[in-house]
Protein backbone atom coordinates (compact mmCIF):
# COMPACT_ATOMS: atom_id res chain seq x y z
CA UNK A 1 0.00 0.00 0.00
CA UNK A 2 2.79 2.20 0.42
CA UNK A 3 4.19 4.79 -2.87
CA UNK A 4 1.30 5.10 -4.19
CA UNK A 5 -1.98 6.97 -4.14
CA UNK A 6 -4.16 6.27 -1.37
CA UNK A 7 -8.00 7.42 -1.62
CA UNK A 8 -10.68 6.48 1.17
CA UNK A 9 -14.19 7.87 1.14
CA UNK A 10 -16.10 7.27 4.56
CA UNK A 11 -19.63 9.34 4.51
CA UNK A 12 -19.18 12.61 2.81
CA UNK A 13 -15.40 12.76 3.45
CA UNK A 14 -12.69 11.84 0.78
CA UNK A 15 -9.42 11.21 2.64
CA UNK A 16 -6.63 11.11 -0.14
CA UNK A 17 -2.93 10.89 0.89
CA UNK A 18 0.42 9.04 -0.21
CA UNK A 19 2.27 6.70 2.25
CA UNK A 20 5.82 6.24 2.03
CA UNK A 21 7.88 3.11 3.55
CA UNK A 22 10.71 4.48 5.13
CA UNK A 23 14.32 2.43 5.37
CA UNK A 24 15.98 3.71 8.80
CA UNK A 25 19.01 2.73 7.60
CA UNK A 26 18.69 5.02 4.22
CA UNK A 27 18.85 7.85 6.89
CA UNK A 28 22.80 9.39 6.82
CA UNK A 29 22.18 10.66 10.79
CA UNK A 30 20.14 7.35 11.66
CA UNK A 31 21.15 4.78 14.60
CA UNK A 32 18.80 2.40 12.81
CA UNK A 33 17.29 -0.07 15.22
CA UNK A 34 18.68 1.39 18.28
CA UNK A 35 17.42 4.72 17.34
CA UNK A 36 14.52 5.39 20.37
CA UNK A 37 12.42 6.43 17.04
CA UNK A 38 12.13 3.74 14.55
CA UNK A 39 10.12 4.95 11.14
CA UNK A 40 8.65 2.34 8.98
CA UNK A 41 6.08 4.54 7.07
CA UNK A 42 4.44 7.92 7.41
CA UNK A 43 1.45 9.14 5.10
CA UNK A 44 -0.03 13.08 4.26
CA UNK A 45 -3.45 13.03 4.14
CA UNK A 46 -5.94 15.53 3.51
CA UNK A 47 -9.62 15.38 3.76
CA UNK A 48 -11.97 17.09 1.52
CA UNK A 49 -15.49 16.86 0.54
CA UNK A 50 -16.36 13.54 -1.05
CA UNK A 51 -18.30 15.19 -4.20
CA UNK A 52 -15.24 17.23 -5.05
CA UNK A 53 -14.54 17.16 -8.96
CA UNK A 54 -12.25 14.60 -10.34
CA UNK A 55 -9.74 17.34 -11.31
CA UNK A 56 -9.90 18.42 -7.64
CA UNK A 57 -9.25 15.02 -6.03
CA UNK A 58 -6.45 14.46 -8.57
CA UNK A 59 -4.98 17.78 -7.40
CA UNK A 60 -4.86 16.41 -3.77
CA UNK A 61 -3.03 13.52 -4.76
CA UNK A 62 -0.14 15.15 -5.88
CA UNK A 63 0.26 17.55 -3.50
CA UNK A 64 0.37 14.88 -0.99
CA UNK A 65 3.09 12.93 -3.15
CA UNK A 66 4.93 16.35 -3.02
CA UNK A 67 4.77 16.95 0.36
CA UNK A 68 5.34 12.74 1.35
CA UNK A 69 8.42 12.78 -1.10
CA UNK A 70 9.91 16.02 0.36
CA UNK A 71 9.69 15.01 3.66
CA UNK A 72 11.31 11.51 2.50
CA UNK A 73 14.45 13.10 1.07
CA UNK A 74 14.96 15.61 4.33
CA UNK A 75 14.65 12.26 6.20
CA UNK A 76 17.09 10.52 3.98
CA UNK A 77 19.82 13.63 3.90
CA UNK A 78 19.18 14.79 7.67
CA UNK A 79 17.12 12.95 9.88
CA UNK A 80 14.38 15.54 9.43
CA UNK A 81 11.52 13.47 10.38
CA UNK A 82 13.15 11.64 13.00
CA UNK A 83 13.72 14.88 15.04
CA UNK A 84 10.42 16.72 14.53
CA UNK A 85 8.80 13.34 15.67
CA UNK A 86 11.01 13.12 18.62
CA UNK A 87 9.85 17.23 19.11
CA UNK A 88 6.74 16.02 18.96
CA UNK A 89 6.43 12.90 21.41
CA UNK A 90 8.32 14.97 23.74
CA UNK A 91 5.63 17.53 24.18
CA UNK A 92 3.15 14.70 24.75
CA UNK A 93 4.84 13.55 27.68
CA UNK A 94 5.30 16.82 28.88
CA UNK A 95 1.60 17.51 28.31
CA UNK A 96 0.98 14.01 30.15
CA UNK A 97 3.54 14.37 32.98
CA UNK A 98 1.47 17.71 34.00
CA UNK A 99 -1.66 16.11 33.56
CA UNK A 100 -3.64 19.17 31.81
CA UNK A 101 -6.95 19.71 31.94
CA UNK A 102 -7.06 20.29 28.25
CA UNK A 103 -4.57 18.13 26.90
CA UNK A 104 -5.25 18.03 23.18
CA UNK A 105 -4.91 21.59 23.15
CA UNK A 106 -1.94 22.06 24.77
CA UNK A 107 -0.38 19.47 22.82
CA UNK A 108 -0.99 21.00 19.67
CA UNK A 109 -0.43 24.22 20.75
CA UNK A 110 3.19 23.08 21.87
CA UNK A 111 3.73 20.81 19.36
CA UNK A 112 3.27 23.62 16.67
CA UNK A 113 5.93 26.30 18.66
CA UNK A 114 8.38 23.55 18.85
CA UNK A 115 7.84 21.72 15.13
CA UNK A 116 9.05 23.02 11.96
CA UNK A 117 7.00 20.34 10.03
CA UNK A 118 4.08 21.02 11.72
CA UNK A 119 4.43 24.73 11.00
CA UNK A 120 5.09 24.05 7.69
CA UNK A 121 1.65 21.90 7.77
CA UNK A 122 -0.40 24.48 8.91
CA UNK A 123 0.98 26.74 6.99
CA UNK A 124 0.15 24.68 3.85
CA UNK A 125 -2.91 23.91 5.17
CA UNK A 126 -3.58 27.88 5.43
CA UNK A 127 -2.87 28.50 2.31
CA UNK A 128 -5.16 26.22 0.69
CA UNK A 129 -7.60 27.54 2.76
CA UNK A 130 -7.07 31.25 1.70
CA UNK A 131 -6.19 31.15 -1.94
CA UNK A 132 -6.34 26.79 -2.86
CA UNK A 133 -2.39 27.26 -3.48
CA UNK A 134 0.78 26.16 -1.73
CA UNK A 135 4.64 27.32 -2.38
CA UNK A 136 6.87 26.77 1.04
CA UNK A 137 9.89 24.85 1.72
CA UNK A 138 10.20 21.82 3.91
CA UNK A 139 12.84 22.29 6.49
CA UNK A 140 13.99 25.30 4.61
CA UNK A 141 15.39 23.61 1.88
CA UNK A 142 12.94 21.35 -0.60
CA UNK A 143 10.48 23.50 -2.93
CA UNK A 144 6.77 22.16 -2.61
CA UNK A 145 4.60 25.21 -5.02
CA UNK A 146 1.05 23.82 -6.06
CA UNK A 147 -2.11 25.07 -6.93
CA UNK A 148 -5.02 22.83 -6.42
CA UNK A 149 -7.52 24.64 -8.23
CA UNK A 150 -5.12 24.09 -11.96
CA UNK A 151 -6.70 27.37 -13.62
CA UNK A 152 -6.20 27.71 -16.86
CA UNK A 153 -6.40 30.74 -19.39
CA UNK A 154 -6.25 31.10 -23.02
CA UNK A 155 -5.03 34.65 -24.53
CA UNK A 156 -6.56 36.31 -27.40
CA UNK A 157 -5.16 39.38 -29.00
CA UNK A 158 -8.04 39.79 -30.99
CA UNK A 159 -11.89 39.31 -31.31
CA UNK A 160 -13.95 36.73 -33.13
CA UNK A 161 -11.29 34.17 -33.82
CA UNK A 162 -12.46 30.71 -34.42
CA UNK A 163 -11.26 29.52 -30.83
CA UNK A 164 -13.31 32.11 -29.28
CA UNK A 165 -16.58 29.58 -28.28
CA UNK A 166 -13.81 27.25 -27.27
CA UNK A 167 -13.15 28.82 -23.55
CA UNK A 168 -14.22 25.86 -21.13
CA UNK A 169 -11.37 25.36 -19.49
CA UNK A 170 -10.57 28.54 -18.36
CA UNK A 171 -11.27 32.45 -19.09
CA UNK A 172 -10.28 34.75 -21.82
CA UNK A 173 -7.51 37.57 -21.19
CA UNK A 174 -7.67 40.62 -23.73
CA UNK A 175 -5.69 43.66 -23.78
CA UNK A 176 -8.31 45.76 -22.32
CA UNK A 177 -8.41 43.89 -19.46
CA UNK A 178 -6.71 44.68 -15.81
CA UNK A 179 -5.10 42.92 -13.36
CA UNK A 180 -6.55 43.04 -9.72
CA UNK A 181 -4.16 42.08 -7.19
CA UNK A 182 -5.42 40.03 -3.96
CA UNK A 183 -2.23 40.22 -2.09
CA UNK A 184 0.09 43.40 -1.76
CA UNK A 185 3.21 43.71 -4.04
CA UNK A 186 5.51 42.96 -0.98
CA UNK A 187 3.33 40.12 0.27
CA UNK A 188 3.96 38.23 -3.76
CA UNK A 189 7.48 39.09 -4.19
CA UNK A 190 8.50 37.87 -0.72
CA UNK A 191 6.96 34.54 -1.74
CA UNK A 192 8.74 34.22 -4.94
CA UNK A 193 11.87 32.16 -5.63
CA UNK A 194 15.41 33.81 -5.35
CA UNK A 195 15.85 33.43 -8.81
CA UNK A 196 12.62 34.80 -9.95
CA UNK A 197 12.31 36.84 -13.04
CA UNK A 198 12.42 40.79 -12.22
CA UNK A 199 9.83 41.42 -15.42
CA UNK A 200 7.01 40.25 -12.80
CA UNK A 201 8.28 42.38 -10.63
CA UNK A 202 8.24 45.67 -12.90
CA UNK A 203 4.76 44.48 -14.09
CA UNK A 204 3.61 44.53 -10.70
CA UNK A 205 4.81 47.72 -10.28
CA UNK A 206 3.43 49.10 -13.30
CA UNK A 207 -0.26 47.47 -12.94
CA UNK A 208 -3.46 48.93 -11.36
CA UNK A 209 -6.77 48.38 -11.80
CA UNK A 210 -7.51 51.07 -13.89
CA UNK A 211 -4.45 50.56 -16.51
CA UNK A 212 -5.35 47.71 -18.99
CA UNK A 213 -2.85 45.28 -19.82
CA UNK A 214 -2.09 46.93 -23.06
CA UNK A 215 -0.74 50.20 -21.78
CA UNK A 216 1.32 48.32 -18.74
CA UNK A 217 3.04 46.45 -22.03
CA UNK A 218 3.89 49.58 -23.59
CA UNK A 219 4.96 51.16 -20.60
CA UNK A 220 7.07 48.47 -19.92
CA UNK A 221 8.00 48.05 -23.12
CA UNK A 222 7.23 44.24 -23.10
CA UNK A 223 5.36 42.53 -25.69
CA UNK A 224 1.89 41.98 -25.11
CA UNK A 225 2.28 38.48 -25.04
CA UNK A 226 4.70 38.60 -22.60
CA UNK A 227 2.33 40.41 -20.12
CA UNK A 228 -0.10 37.43 -20.71
CA UNK A 229 1.70 34.80 -19.52
CA UNK A 230 2.81 37.30 -16.47
CA UNK A 231 -0.72 37.69 -16.09
CA UNK A 232 -1.38 33.89 -16.45
CA UNK A 233 1.33 32.89 -13.74
CA UNK A 234 -0.43 35.37 -10.99
CA UNK A 235 -4.08 34.24 -11.72
CA UNK A 236 -2.57 30.57 -11.66
CA UNK A 237 -0.89 30.96 -8.34
CA UNK A 238 -4.05 32.78 -7.02
CA UNK A 239 -2.49 36.58 -7.05
CA UNK A 240 -4.29 38.04 -9.30
CA UNK A 241 -7.71 38.45 -11.02
CA UNK A 242 -8.48 40.02 -14.53
CA UNK A 243 -11.22 42.71 -14.46
CA UNK A 244 -12.65 45.44 -16.35
CA UNK A 245 -10.21 48.26 -16.01
CA UNK A 246 -12.28 50.49 -13.43
CA UNK A 247 -13.53 53.56 -14.94
CA UNK A 248 -17.33 55.70 -13.64
CA UNK A 249 -19.09 54.02 -16.73
CA UNK A 250 -18.56 50.79 -15.00
CA UNK A 251 -21.95 48.85 -13.30
CA UNK A 252 -21.74 46.90 -10.13
CA UNK A 253 -23.84 44.74 -8.51
CA UNK A 254 -23.20 42.27 -5.22
CA UNK A 255 -22.27 39.08 -6.32
CA UNK A 256 -25.22 36.84 -5.16
CA UNK A 257 -23.01 34.08 -4.29
CA UNK A 258 -21.02 36.39 -1.86
CA UNK A 259 -20.55 35.09 1.62
CA UNK A 260 -22.16 37.96 3.50
CA UNK A 261 -21.97 36.16 6.80
CA UNK A 262 -18.13 36.70 7.32
CA UNK A 263 -17.78 38.78 10.34
CA UNK A 264 -13.48 38.58 10.08
CA UNK A 265 -14.01 40.27 6.75
CA UNK A 266 -16.92 42.63 7.35
CA UNK A 267 -14.35 43.93 10.91
CA UNK A 268 -11.20 43.99 8.75
CA UNK A 269 -13.13 46.67 6.10
CA UNK A 270 -14.13 48.78 9.00
CA UNK A 271 -10.80 48.91 10.23
CA UNK A 272 -9.50 49.35 6.53
CA UNK A 273 -12.06 52.68 6.37
CA UNK A 274 -12.98 53.96 9.47
CA UNK A 275 -16.28 54.96 9.73
CA UNK A 276 -17.91 53.19 7.26
CA UNK A 277 -19.87 50.47 7.84
CA UNK A 278 -19.65 47.35 5.46
CA UNK A 279 -23.30 46.55 5.37
CA UNK A 280 -24.54 49.46 4.33
CA UNK A 281 -21.90 49.76 1.56
CA UNK A 282 -23.33 46.92 0.00
CA UNK A 283 -26.53 47.54 0.47
CA UNK A 284 -25.38 50.92 -2.31
CA UNK A 285 -24.71 47.97 -4.67
CA UNK A 286 -27.94 46.21 -4.13
CA UNK A 287 -28.88 46.90 -7.30
CA UNK A 288 -26.67 47.69 -10.06
CA UNK A 289 -24.99 50.75 -9.73
CA UNK A 290 -22.26 52.54 -11.69
CA UNK A 291 -19.27 53.73 -10.33
CA UNK A 292 -19.94 57.48 -10.78
CA UNK A 293 -23.26 57.14 -8.75
CA UNK A 294 -21.53 55.15 -5.94
CA UNK A 295 -18.62 58.09 -6.08
CA UNK A 296 -21.05 60.86 -6.23
CA UNK A 297 -22.91 59.45 -2.98
CA UNK A 298 -19.86 59.57 -1.53
CA UNK A 299 -19.52 63.29 -1.22
CA UNK A 300 -15.60 64.29 -1.73
CA UNK A 301 -14.24 60.94 -0.68
CA UNK A 302 -13.35 60.20 -4.86
CA UNK A 303 -10.65 58.02 -3.80
CA UNK A 304 -11.44 56.46 -0.79
CA UNK A 305 -14.88 55.47 -2.78
CA UNK A 306 -12.67 53.81 -5.43
CA UNK A 307 -10.30 52.47 -3.04
CA UNK A 308 -13.87 50.45 -1.31
CA UNK A 309 -14.96 49.22 -4.66
CA UNK A 310 -11.24 47.66 -5.31
CA UNK A 311 -11.61 45.84 -1.71
CA UNK A 312 -14.80 44.82 -2.43
CA UNK A 313 -13.60 43.16 -5.60
CA UNK A 314 -10.73 41.69 -3.99
CA UNK A 315 -12.73 39.80 -1.70
CA UNK A 316 -15.78 38.82 -3.92
CA UNK A 317 -18.40 40.95 -2.47
CA UNK A 318 -19.20 42.79 -6.01
CA UNK A 319 -19.49 41.62 -9.54
CA UNK A 320 -19.46 43.91 -12.58
CA UNK A 321 -21.82 43.68 -15.14
CA UNK A 322 -21.78 44.63 -18.69
CA UNK A 323 -23.98 45.10 -21.76
CA UNK A 324 -23.94 42.26 -24.93
CA UNK A 325 -26.23 43.10 -27.55
CA UNK A 326 -28.11 40.12 -29.71
CA UNK A 327 -29.41 40.81 -33.26
CA UNK A 328 -32.99 39.71 -33.37
CA UNK A 329 -34.77 39.92 -36.92
CA UNK A 330 -36.92 36.74 -38.33
CA UNK A 331 -37.10 38.00 -41.77
CA UNK A 332 -40.81 38.83 -41.90
CA UNK A 333 -39.68 42.34 -41.61
CA UNK A 334 -40.78 44.28 -44.65
CA UNK A 335 -38.30 44.13 -47.10
CA UNK A 336 -37.50 45.89 -50.45
CA UNK A 337 -38.65 44.46 -53.73
CA UNK A 338 -35.09 45.33 -55.13
CA UNK A 339 -32.06 46.05 -53.75
CA UNK A 340 -30.08 49.83 -54.59
CA UNK A 341 -26.89 48.54 -53.53
CA UNK A 342 -24.85 45.55 -52.65
CA UNK A 343 -23.57 45.41 -48.80
CA UNK A 344 -20.24 43.62 -47.92
CA UNK A 345 -19.99 41.43 -45.01
CA UNK A 346 -17.34 39.93 -43.47
CA UNK A 347 -17.37 36.04 -42.57
CA UNK A 348 -17.70 36.80 -38.94
CA UNK A 349 -21.05 38.57 -39.52
CA UNK A 350 -22.22 36.05 -42.38
CA UNK A 351 -21.64 33.66 -39.38
CA UNK A 352 -23.48 35.36 -36.93
CA UNK A 353 -26.68 35.67 -39.26
CA UNK A 354 -26.58 32.25 -39.71
CA UNK A 355 -26.56 30.92 -36.26
CA UNK A 356 -28.36 33.66 -34.67
CA UNK A 357 -30.78 34.93 -36.92
CA UNK A 358 -31.37 31.92 -39.50
CA UNK A 359 -30.68 34.58 -42.34
CA UNK A 360 -28.77 34.80 -45.32
CA UNK A 361 -26.59 37.81 -46.80
CA UNK A 362 -29.20 38.73 -49.30
CA UNK A 363 -32.55 38.27 -46.75
CA UNK A 364 -30.58 40.48 -44.17
CA UNK A 365 -29.45 42.89 -46.46
CA UNK A 366 -32.88 43.81 -47.75
CA UNK A 367 -33.42 43.93 -43.99
CA UNK A 368 -31.38 45.91 -43.12
CA UNK A 369 -31.19 48.49 -46.15
CA UNK A 370 -35.39 48.92 -45.25
CA UNK A 371 -34.54 50.48 -42.25
CA UNK A 372 -34.81 53.70 -41.68
CA UNK A 373 -31.66 54.79 -40.15
CA UNK A 374 -30.36 52.91 -42.59
CA UNK A 375 -30.98 55.71 -44.94
CA UNK A 376 -27.92 57.81 -43.28
CA UNK A 377 -25.15 55.97 -44.84
CA UNK A 378 -22.70 57.30 -41.86
CA UNK A 379 -24.91 55.33 -39.15
CA UNK A 380 -25.32 52.29 -41.84
CA UNK A 381 -21.78 52.18 -42.12
CA UNK A 382 -21.02 52.43 -38.45
CA UNK A 383 -24.21 49.44 -37.82
CA UNK A 384 -21.97 47.11 -40.43
CA UNK A 385 -19.27 47.82 -38.41
CA UNK A 386 -20.18 46.76 -35.50
CA UNK A 387 -22.52 43.52 -36.92
CA UNK A 388 -20.21 40.89 -35.89
CA UNK A 389 -20.15 41.54 -32.06
CA UNK A 390 -24.09 41.74 -32.19
CA UNK A 391 -24.50 37.55 -31.37
CA UNK A 392 -24.75 38.31 -27.43
CA UNK A 393 -20.80 37.39 -26.60
CA UNK A 394 -18.98 40.39 -26.78
CA UNK A 395 -19.85 43.50 -24.19
CA UNK A 396 -19.85 47.04 -24.99
CA UNK A 397 -16.70 47.49 -23.44
CA UNK A 398 -15.13 44.78 -25.90
CA UNK A 399 -16.55 46.70 -28.85
CA UNK A 400 -15.77 50.17 -28.15
CA UNK A 401 -11.28 48.61 -27.36
CA UNK A 402 -11.31 46.73 -30.74
CA UNK A 403 -13.41 49.20 -32.91
CA UNK A 404 -11.47 52.55 -31.27
CA UNK A 405 -15.29 53.73 -30.66
CA UNK A 406 -16.26 55.69 -27.65
CA UNK A 407 -19.05 54.26 -25.94
CA UNK A 408 -21.76 57.64 -26.99
CA UNK A 409 -20.90 56.30 -30.48
CA UNK A 410 -22.06 52.55 -29.91
CA UNK A 411 -24.78 53.83 -27.52
CA UNK A 412 -25.93 55.48 -30.86
CA UNK A 413 -25.79 52.84 -32.81
CA UNK A 414 -27.85 50.44 -30.20
CA UNK A 415 -30.15 53.41 -30.36
CA UNK A 416 -31.04 53.52 -34.20
CA UNK A 417 -31.35 50.13 -34.54
CA UNK A 418 -33.27 49.45 -31.31
CA UNK A 419 -36.25 47.34 -33.08
CA UNK A 420 -33.18 44.70 -34.46
CA UNK A 421 -30.69 44.78 -30.93
CA UNK A 422 -31.32 43.56 -28.08
CA UNK A 423 -29.60 44.34 -24.93
CA UNK A 424 -28.45 41.90 -21.77
CA UNK A 425 -27.02 43.01 -19.10
CA UNK A 426 -24.86 39.90 -16.71
CA UNK A 427 -21.32 39.24 -16.07
CA UNK A 428 -18.39 38.27 -18.56
CA UNK A 429 -18.42 34.59 -18.70
CA UNK A 430 -15.53 34.39 -19.53
CA UNK A 431 -13.63 36.02 -16.55
CA UNK A 432 -13.33 33.75 -13.48
CA UNK A 433 -14.67 34.31 -9.99
CA UNK A 434 -12.17 33.73 -7.29
CA UNK A 435 -12.25 30.14 -5.89
CA UNK A 436 -12.28 29.37 -2.34
CA UNK A 437 -11.61 26.06 -0.06
CA UNK A 438 -15.42 25.50 -0.15
CA UNK A 439 -15.06 24.72 -3.99
CA UNK A 440 -13.27 21.67 -2.57
Same mark, same amino acid.
Given at each position: ????????????? %? &?????????????????????????????????????????????????????????????????????????????????????????????????????????????????????????????????????????????????????????????????????????????????? @???????????????????????????????????????????????? !??? &????????????????????? !???????????????????? &?????????????????????? @???????????????????????????????????????????? %????????????????? !???? @??????? @???????????????????????????? %??????????????????????????????????
Amino acid at each position: MCNKAMLVKINDV %R &FIGYPVSHDPSSCSTSNGLNDPVNILRYNVVFAIRAEAPRKIIESFVTLAKEFALAIQHEENRCGYLTSQVKVMLDCFEVAQSHRDHDSIKSVYDAVLKKSNLAQTLKQGFVDLLRTGTVSLCVNGWIEVSWNVHQRYSKCLTKPLLPDDALVDDGMVIKPYHAVLLLESIKSIVDRM @RPDHSTAIVRFLNASTPVKPLLAVARELDYDLEQVFRIVQHLIYWGKA !LVI &FPLTEANVYVVDPEADLTRTS !LRKKFEQTFYSCCMGKILSS &FSMPVPLSQFIARCGDNRDVAI @RMVVWLLQHGFLMQLHSFVYLCCTGTEKTLMSTPKDISFCESAR %RMLRINCNLNELQFQDI !LLAH @RASADPA @RLEMFIQLLPYFDGEHHIEEMMFFETLS %RTEVMQVISDYDDMLVLSVHEDPFLERRLTYGDF
